[in-house]
């Protein structure tokens, strides 16, 4: 599998220079540029073509959000991460309403990080665990008003995969995972897919709110 190639984006040159650094020892990862503001993001992507954007959210000129909800429309296929010092509610929610398919923390681990990014280069949404809290949160709290209950799955899961959907809806990577439940990884992504098609769920998020629905969480 080739690099992703990866744009960085952050006002903070010290922050931004080191995680270009550090993203450009990774061989699964190749730096294809950087930006300091959301402005600069969009005239970078549109020459670049990278396949993931680590956004900042909050620069000047034209902050992450912004930048997200063009690149969005401008380029589809562009697939944004935020990656910030915040996980209040009206960041995460903003973010991810804008078409960020994932969502991390500053503090996030170099290993958690390349694995996310190449997570979203594959399609996959990839959320902090406070975060993946956060949007099962919200989707508990939708309106009120009685909704159909959705129908049962028609292959249901097994013990162990209903193991793994727990960790998957608590932000946790195939390696965390993997360690936790003491599975090789390779294991456990095969079980990831699997619980993915027995839910009909595209992605880890939507696997989470759909089993939130079906009361498997």
């Known amino acids: 599998m080739s690099a992703v190639r990866v744009l ?3 006002d903070q040159a010290l922050f931004r220079e080191a995680l270009v650094t550090l993203l450009g020892t990774r061989p699964e990862v190749e730096v294809a540029g ?3 503001d959301g402005h600069q993001a969009l005239e970078r992507a549109a020459a670049l073509q990278p ?20 690149l969005r429309v401008e380029q589809p296929g562009v697939r944004v991460l ?19 398919v994932g969502y991390l923390l500053k503090d996030v681990s170099a290993d958690r990080l390349v694995e996310a990014v190449t997570a979203a280069a594959r399609g996959e ?28 799955l028609v292959v249901p899961l097994s013990g162990r995969e209903l193991d793994v959907l727990r960790l998957l809806a608590d932000g946790h990577s195939n390696r965390e995972i993997a ?4 599975l090789a990884e390779g294991t456990v992504k095969n079980h990831v897919t699997t619980v993915l098609g027995k839910l009909g769920a595209r992605d880890r998020t939507q696997a989470a709110l759909r089993a939130r ?5």
């Open 34 to 36: 950087e930006a300091g």
């Open 179 to 182: 360690a936790a439940l003491f």
């Open 51 to 70: 396949d993931v954007v680590l956004m900042d959210l909050h620069m000047p000129v034209l902050d992450g959000i912004g930048a997200t909800r063009r």
């Open 213 to 217: 629905a079906l009361d498997l969480l």
């Open 8 to 10: 960085v984006v952050d």
């Open 82 to 100: 935020a990656l910030t010092t915040f996980d209040d509610d009206e960041d995460v929610f903003a973010a991810l309403r804008a078409g960020a």
């Open 125 to 152: 949404s990839v959320l902090q665990p406070s975060v993946a809290a956060k949007v099962l949160a919200r989707f508990a709290q939708l309106d009120d008003a009685p909704r159909s209950r959705p129908q049962p």
